[in-house]
């Protein structure tokens, strides 16, 4: 079965330090990634998506995400994070024409 | 661009009551979803319509919920009766179609609480 799992579940880092967020996938054949962001109060937004090529995707403010298909991982990071940043993240996937199906999401806090 | 729109935002309810949440997607997406997403969790789809064909309902309860898109633009998801655990966040997306690898857009979301 399709399933897309994050082990870490809240964390909380200072202004300035560096994110990853592990996530890992269960698919067989080709998959496509995704990470989401819902910053407090807002809609789930695109972060970024990985269909094929560079398995090292940049997205939108500084995140970037590296596919490794031989430990099905698709982590998102960033250098330096900015209290801004202060969010939940979900990775997600899918293949083919089916619906995502979402990680159970990480709870960001950054202090400044 | 206007963005997906749903309503109402937030709804309270009585168990074994009825509901009925509506979604309005970006005009000329032909895909639209409803997620169904618990407190700590993250969302988990419902069902995905093409167009007012339904193309995935293998995860809607249908012995209580039913979704209709009559015209292929709007939609509602209807919940009958209501069960304590439908208490979540009931989003609704929208992307232009599924070939090829189509940006799904949410919505903000109906938070409904079954008392």
């Known amino acids: 079965a399709q399933s897309v799992s994050q082990h870490n579940h809240h964390v909380i880092l200072s202004e300035a330090a560096s994110l990853e967020l592990g996530c890992n996938y269960s698919?067989?054949?080709?998959?496509?990634l995704f990470w989401y962001v819902q910053y407090p109060g807002q809609h789930l937004q695109l972060l970024l998506k990985?269909?094929?090529?560079?398995?090292l995707v940049k997205g939108i403010k500084g995140f970037e995400a590296e596919f490794i298909k031989s430990k099905f991982s698709f982590n998102l990071r960033k250098p330096s994070v900015q209290w801004s940043d202060t969010a939940e993240y979900f990775c997600?996937?899918?293949?083919?024409?089916?619906?995502?199906?979402f990680g159970s999401g990480t709870r960001l806090q950054v202090q400044p | 661009e206007a963005g997906v729109a749903q309503s109402p935002r937030y709804k309270i309810i009585e168990k074994r009551q009825s509901v009925a949440f509506w979604c309005n997607p970006i005009?000329?997406?032909?895909?639209l979803y409803w997620y169904q997403q618990i407190l700590g969790q993250g969302p988990k789809l419902l069902i995905q319509?093409?167009?007012?064909?339904?193309?995935?309902d293998s995860q809607l309860p249908k012995d209580r919920f039913s979704a209709e898109r009559l015209k292929g633009v709007d939609s509602t998801l209807k919940i009958q009766p209501a069960k304590l655990e439908d208490s979540a966040v009931y989003l609704c997306?929208?992307?232009?179609?599924?070939?090829?690898?189509?940006?799904?857009?949410f919505g903000p979301g109906t938070r409904l609480t079954v008392l």
């Open positions: 319509f093409q167009n007012n064909g339904v193309v995935d």
């Open positions: 698919y067989g054949g080709t998959v496509n």
């Open positions: 997600a996937g899918h293949t083919g024409r089916r619906a995502l199906t």
């Open positions: 997306a929208s992307s232009w179609g599924t070939s090829g690898l189509p940006e799904q857009f």
């Open positions: 990985y269909f094929s090529g560079d398995p």
């Open positions: 005009s000329g997406h032909a895909t």
